[in-house]
T-cell receptor, first 112, second 113 residues
Framework: DVKVTQSSRYLVKRTGEKVFLECVQDMDHENMFWYRQDPGLGLRLIYFSYDVKMKEKGDIPEGYSVSREKKERFSLILESASTNQTSMYLC???????????FGNGTRLTVT | AQSVTQLGSHVSVSEGALVLLRCNYSSSVPPYLFWYVQYPNQGLQLLLKYTSAATLVKGINGFEAEFKKSETSFHLTKPSAHMSDAAEYFCAVRVYNFNKFYFGSGTKLNVKP
C-alpha cells in the first residue's frame, strides 16, 4: 500500500516566518503534488513535480516555492508566511499519468 | 479547459436510504475520473476510478459510479447509507498524459439515524 507521510499534522507559525512543509512517499512514484484545501474552494493545486529537480506551477503558486532533491521527498516552502496562507495543505503522489493520486493526512497550518 | 461540478455542497440522507452524489465534468478529451472520500482531519482516500474500461465502476465500501459520456456525468451511488459514510466526497478528473487533476468543490454527506 502506498504511504504518503506529511511531517506535521498541525503547525502554528508567525507572519513573516519561513515555513517548510515536508512530504515523503515510499512507492517510488514519479509525480508529487501540493494542494491547499479551503472551505468552499475545494482543492487547489500549488505546485507539482514530475521528476527530481523538476517542478511546474499549479493554479496558485504565488507566495510558495518547492524543492525536490530526492525522488521520495517533496517540500513546500512558504518564503514569508502570511495570514491568508492559513489552510490545510495536502501532499499527494501518483505513479504516472494514468494513475490516481495518493494523499497524505494533511498539515493544518495556522499563521498568526 | 477541464472542470468538475458537484451539485449540492451538502446532502443529507437517512441510514439505509440510497446515496446519490452528483458529478458533471467537462473535458475536451476522454478523461480519467475519480471519486475520493475525506473523513475529518484526514487526507483524501480513493473510492473508485474510471479509466475507459467498464462504464459502471465498483469501489470500496459498497460505492459505485457510472460513467455516462452523453451526459458528461459520473454520479456516485450507494444503495444503503451507513452512519460511517458521513464524510466529504470529491469528484476529480484527470486528462490522460497531463499531470493535473481537477477537483470538484466537494459534497458533505450527512447520514441521519
Amino acid at each position: 500500500d502506498v504511504k504518503v507521510t506529511q511531517s506535521s499534522r498541525y503547525l502554528v507559525k508567525r507572519t513573516g516566518e519561513k515555513v517548510f512543509l515536508e512530504c515523503v512517499q515510499d512507492m517510488d512514484h514519479e509525480n508529487m503534488f501540493w494542494y491547499r484545501q479551503d472551505p468552499g474552494l475545494g482543492l487547489r493545486l500549488i505546485y507539482f513535480s514530475y521528476d527530481v529537480k523538476m517542478k511546474e506551477k499549479g493554479d496558485i503558486p504565488e507566495g510558495y516555492s518547492v524543492s525536490r532533491e530526492k525522488k521520495e521527498r517533496f517540500s513546500l516552502i512558504l518564503e514569508s508566511a502570511s495570514t491568508n496562507q492559513t489552510s490545510m495543505y495536502l501532499c499527494a503522489s501518483s505513479l504516472d499519468s494514468y494513475s490516481p493520486l495518493h494523499f497524505g493526512n494533511g498539515t493544518r497550518l495556522t499563521v498568526t | 479547459a477541464q472542470s468538475v461540478t458537484q451539485l449540492g455542497s451538502h446532502v443529507s440522507v437517512s441510514e439505509g436510504a440510497l446515496v446519490l452524489l452528483r458529478c458533471n465534468y467537462s473535458s475536451s478529451v476522454p478523461p480519467y475520473l475519480f471519486w475520493y472520500v475525506q473523513y475529518p482531519n484526514q487526507g483524501l482516500q480513493l473510492l473508485l476510478k474510471y479509466t475507459s474500461a467498464a462504464t459502471l465502476v465498483k469501489g470500496i465500501n459498497g460505492f459505485e459510479a457510472e460513467f455516462k459520456k452523453s451526459e458528461t456525468s459520473f454520479h456516485l451511488t450507494k444503495p444503503s447509507a451507513h452512519m460511517s459514510d458521513a464524510a466529504e466526497y470529491f469528484c476529480a478528473v484527470r486528462v490522460y498524459n497531463f499531470n493535473k487533476f481537477y477537483f470538484g468543490s466537494g459534497t458533505k454527506l450527512n447520514v441521519k439515524p
